[in-house]
Structures are given as structure tokens and as C-alpha cells.
Nanobody, 116 residues
Framework: QVQLVESGGGLVQPGGSLRLSCAAS???????MGWYRQPPGKARELVAT???????NYADSVKGRFTISRDNAKRTVYLQMNSLKPEDTAIYYC???????????WGQGTQVTVSS
């Protein structure tokens, strides 16, 4: 079982920045970890993920603005979000997938609100 603890959400003005963090209670050798989000009234969608092999993928809507990174020693993944827009407003969920078994884990979610 992997528990995920998120932090870093909040209220920010358009054009501002936030950094989200997600720490995993345990880890596996081969995994993919990252972030999804659910805007108000919409379905959950991919934001960005990074694998144990350092491959990354991003939603087109955040490319060039968001950067995902990880610290293996801390079992933590970070999402640096720059040039935030009102449409980035959502609950952001941390995601962890154990690749050998395809088992998925989700965090509780952290609210990001972009508004003036």
C-alpha cells in the first residue's frame, strides 16, 4: 500500500506560480508518479507524470508552463506551475502507479484556485 500526501495548493493570481509536492509512504523500483486534476464540473484529466526511468509526459494545455520533477531519496514528486491561468483552477490529485502490477494509488487532492 502506498499513501500519498500532497501539499502546496492555494489561491494565486493569474500569471502567478505555485509548487505542489507529493510524498509517497513507500516506493517500488518501476513506477510512474505525477498529477491529475479535476476542474469544477469536469472530468479528471492528466496534468503531468514522470516515470522511474525519467520519462515525462504533459497535457498540451500545460506544456511550457508546468514542470514535473522528482526526488528519489524523499520519494517525492514536485509540480512547478508558472504563468497560471484561471482555467488551471482545479483539485489536483497526486497519482502513483506501480508498473509491475498496474496498481494505482491516489492522494486526497489539493485545491488550486487561480483568480484575481
Amino acid at each position: 500500500q502506498v499513501q500519498l500526501v500532497e501539499s502546496g495548493g492555494g489561491l494565486v493570481q493569474p500569471g502567478g506560480s505555485l509548487r505542489l509536492s507529493c510524498a509517497a509512504s513507500a516506493g517500488f523500483i518501476m513506477y510512474r508518479m505525477g498529477w491529475y486534476r479535476q476542474p469544477p464540473g469536469k472530468a479528471r484529466e492528466l496534468v503531468a507524470t514522470i516515470s522511474s526511468g525519467d520519462s515525462t509526459n504533459y497535457a498540451d494545455s500545460v506544456k511550457g508552463r508546468f514542470t514535473i520533477s522528482r526526488d528519489n531519496a524523499k520519494r517525492t514528486v514536485y509540480l512547478q506551475m508558472n504563468s497560471l491561468k484561471p482555467e488551471d483552477t482545479a483539485i489536483y490529485y497526486c497519482y502513483y502507479k506501480r508498473l509491475s502490477t498496474s496498481t494505482e494509488y491516489w492522494g486526497q487532492g489539493t485545491q488550486v484556485t487561480v483568480s484575481s
